[in-house]
């Protein structure tokens, strides 16, 4: 069945610095969604990518979508304490199946 | 809009007994999904369903589990003679359209406890 895996699994940084997280899914999706859940929260839609080598912002967020719509990465740029969670991407067929998520924990 | 509502909260079970756990998806989605997590782990498709259709349940246990989505009320997830093992955050999701189109969002889940 489809896979998603995430790298890395955990991740600490300072507060400034910036942080990638990779998604590799084992089969071609039609849309590759990122979510974020705070600690103790539920995961919240952050952003959704459809088409090959889409590439989109949303403030210090770059996402991006691979060519052939197999993987993905997030990228923040000078991340800030409100950043800290986990990153969970999310590839679609009739359905998501998410990746096992990267957390993030930001030094002040 | 009151987004998606999940209940209860938190609810604990005694092993063997059976727990019910309720999911309202937003208004104007009709797609629900059922995902499990386990402390520090990944979010785990379990069943996607429509107003009173099953669409897939790859990700169900074969035994124990069920879930439905009347045509009036709340989707469901039942587990029956709950084990240990069944303990885990249980989040439900819905969408406007299939394939996720658009987002999922997600309740606050039902924090499953077995004692």
């Known amino acids: 069945g489809q896979q998603v895996m995430q790298i890395p699994q955990y991740q600490h940084v300072q507060e400034g610095e910036d942080f990638t997280t990779y998604c590799n899914s084992s089969?071609?999706?039609?849309?590759i969604q990122w979510y974020k859940q705070r600690p103790g929260g539920h995961p919240v839609f952050l952003i959704q990518l459809v088409k090959s080598g889409e590439v989109k912002k949303q403030k210090r967020l770059t996402f991006q979508f691979g060519e052939a719509k197999k993987n993905s990465s997030l990228h923040i740029t000078a991340t800030q304490t409100t950043d800290v969670g986990t990153y969970f991407c999310g590839g679609a067929t009739n359905k998501l199946i998410f990746g096992t998520g990267t957390l993030l924990a930001v030094q002040p | 809009n009151a987004g998606v509502m999940q209940n209860p909260r938190h609810l604990v079970r005694r092993r063997g007994q059976e727990a019910r756990l309720r999911c309202s998806p937003m208004?104007?989605?009709?797609?629900v999904y059922w995902y499990r997590q386990l402390p520090e782990e990944g979010l785990k498709f379990m069943v996607y369903?429509?107003?009173?259709?099953?669409?897939?349940e790859s990700g169900m246990p074969k035994e124990r589990f069920s879930a439905e989505f009347p045509k009036e009320g709340p989707s469901i997830l039942r587990i029956q003679q709950v084990v240990r093992g069944d303990s885990a955050a249980y989040f439900c999701?819905?969408?406007?359209?299939?394939?996720?189109?658009?987002?999922?969002?997600f309740g606050s889940g039902t924090r499953l406890t077995v004692v």
């Open positions: 999701a819905s969408s406007p359209g299939g394939q996720g189109s658009g987002g999922y969002t």
């Open positions: 208004k104007g989605h009709s797609h």
């Open positions: 369903l429509q107003k009173e259709n099953i669409i897939d």
């Open positions: 089969t071609t999706l039609s849309n």
